[in-house]
């Protein structure tokens, strides 16, 4: 069994860099996806993530519940990223082709995606990012979140369902 | 719009793909959260013991006055000198970066002094590097990857790791980049520095390495300068704890054995239960042959101090004047190249009065050195740069010349990651001795191992004649479509243009744009004329035959040549026939149906037009006599 976000962030908390460093990469592709629904752009993005990350590094002592790291941090990158938007930035020429993505969407229609995610409630976006972004199984999700594996499900169907919705009203 | 589950489960994956880190900047994650300063909001400072930070806080008061009574002693020569705290350890921060990138050349000899790792990209940074997974791969689950390694664990099965470094087996990749590399150097101290510059291409020429202070030029030297390239890969870990005690985990059993390693290959290694003495009369130990792959992980003591992550450069800096420096560094790099590529879009086709075209260049920049360069400047430099071989380059047994088949591994699988990326940005132009200068308008990020394709030109309305060429030397019985183009600011463009691959395209009736051909174009200075092939005609016919032989003396004969071109279009066509001629003999045209244009001593060039549905036939004698 993994150990859980609140025994790597107390263990983090201490001095571990080992632990961060799970953490790290176990919300590092959430991180970038948070940012990317606020910023649009995959490269700064990866910035803000990496910015975040070493803010929380810095706060880690503050966090007054570790089971609720993954959220601390997201909120993290998510503030990062609208200082960032609100800050000046370059602004792209006009007829710019739109960068192609290994896979078949658009760099917007994901960026446009994770915007969506990101208007879900957080037990619902929780479950997305572990799925879809930290590749975690069901019974990894529910370890990780103390939670039935059918809870699990639950709320990941109802998480698509919400998710559903929202693209569709867009 | 109507999201199915799957669909939407797809696009989540996809976008999870999408979101996984790519920058490379990833990998020092770890180490800048331990550089940290030492600030009392990191984690851990809270488990410290309430002595030790008064013990601390006492020991910054006495430096603090102890340093102020010395400030105030030391005779100052009316500089405002920043004396650094001798303890501090030195950091270097990237300023900014200017890349340039010199287009691919003709005499390119191979020129990288890298050194021979071999083998496959295997490769693992503390993050693990999961794209990079060779055959071997780094067997270790991420607790142990991203371990500070206190005891220097060493993944079994993994001969040899790259980090990142291009293959250097097999075909040479060619191509060179200027790298001009700003960084701060902080906590300087008087006198002499070890400084490290990580983060340099691992393609680097370290001959051409130059490194200097813009705080204090004159003041600071380079007393000496290494290129650290022995990475740390298991093996190399390995070689330094020959005769030194190492412990292995079996893969089955998780059994430990621990042993002094007496030696090690692919395959095995061979530890003694003892360690070997030079004493002839001392027991011999007992040794032990343990197979490699049945080993989940081999233990050594501690990391050796000389191993390096990845490519570094190293210098022993002395300078008079301490503190923060700015610093400059360049050297040249292999493994980066450019070319031009050209988009044509035939839109109106006209046979008769002249096609009319659309056309956009593109410079794809193929950045396989080692190194990411973050918001560089970028600059392209085009023409053919002259090189010599250097004694050190790796010389492959391929002897490809050829650049196509440089950049037709782009499209092969599994050679590389290549990821494409298209921006749109302008280029300036200016000439640079012999040489033309691009230079980008906005700092653009050339990732390693990555293909950046940047606007270079855009033309609509460019006017091409087009030509039939009959040339039987080429083809005997078809003729080459041309395209004639005058690079003339008149026709829209009268501008220099770097070599480059032409890809013709043209809209067919159902409004579908369609490949016509490709060709290529060598750099061609504005108001010269672009002559482009793009296909065999289908409808154009072509025979050529010598029809009459007579010997007038021994040394004095006289040929007839009979060239006829069938012209089945419905629009009559502009056509040049090729009429070669013996080089070893001095000839003349005595007889001829068209004029002709001497090309050079053995060519002639009939330039004539062909009516619709006709049939032109040129006839020419020519004495040759020796």
Partial sequence: MQKTDAQLAREAAGGSTPSFGVLVERHRAPLVAVAAGVLRCRDE??????????RAWQKLRSLNDPA?????????????????SRSPRPVPLPDDPPERSSSGDSDERIAELLAAVETLDEEFREVIYRKHFSQQSGRQIAEQLGIAEGTVRSRLSRAYARLRETIQRD | MDESHDNLEQRLDEAGRWSQ?????????????????????????????PWLAMVVAAGLLIAMVTGLVWLSQEPRDGKDFVHADPIEPIEVKRRGVTLTVFSASQNSQQTLFMPLLGGGQGGASRFGNAK???????QMDSQELLAPNPGGYIANGITQQTFGRPSVAGRQKRGMALVKDRRLVMHLKQGDNLVKFTDVAATIDPTSVRLTSDTDPLGTQVVEQNFEFDLATADALLKRFVDKK????????????????????AQSLLLADAAVSDDPDAPRPKTEAIVRSQLQSIRVAEMPADLYTRPTLVWRLRTKTPGNHEMTLSYLC????????????????????????DIKGWVSIDNRSGATFEQAGIKLIAGDVNRVRDPWAVVTGYGQNSEELWWSD??????????????????????????????????STVKDRQIKQLNLLKAGGVKARRRYLFDPNRDATRATVQLLVANSEENHLGRPLPKGRVTFTAVDADGETQFLGRDKIDHTPKDEELELNLAKAFDVVCSHKQVRYKKLAHNHYEYRYEMRIRNHKETAINVRAVGHLASHANWKVTKTTDKYTKHDFKTLHFDCRVESNTEKKISYTVEHKW
């Fill in chain 1, 45 to 54: 993005a990866e910035e803000v993530a990496q910015e975040a990350l070493l």
């Fill in chain 1, 68 to 84: 609720r790291f993954g959220p601390w941090l997201r909120t993290i990158a998510r503030n990062l990223a609208l200082d960032r």
């Fill in chain 2, 21 to 49: 880190p790519r920058d490379a900047s990833w990998d020092s994650l770890l180490d800048r959260l331990e550089s940290q300063d030492e600030s009392a909001e990191r984690p851990g400072g809270s488990s410290r013991p």
């Fill in chain 2, 132 to 138: 990079q997974g060779g055959a071997e791969q780094m």
């Fill in chain 2, 246 to 265: 190492v412990s292995c985990v079996e893969r089955d059993s998780g059994e430990l054995i621990e042993g002094f390693l007496i030696s090690f290959d």
């Fill in chain 2, 334 to 357: 292999g493994q980066a190249v450019w070319q031009a590529d050209y988009n044509v879009l035939i839109r109106d086709q006209d046979v008769d009065a002249g096609d009319t075209l």
């Fill in chain 2, 410 to 443: 782009l499209n092969v699988d599994g050679v590389f990651e290549a990821e494409l990326e298209v921006r749109q940005k302008k280029f300036s132009e200016k000439t640079f001795f012999e040489y033309k200068l691009y230079t980008l308008s906005q700092p």
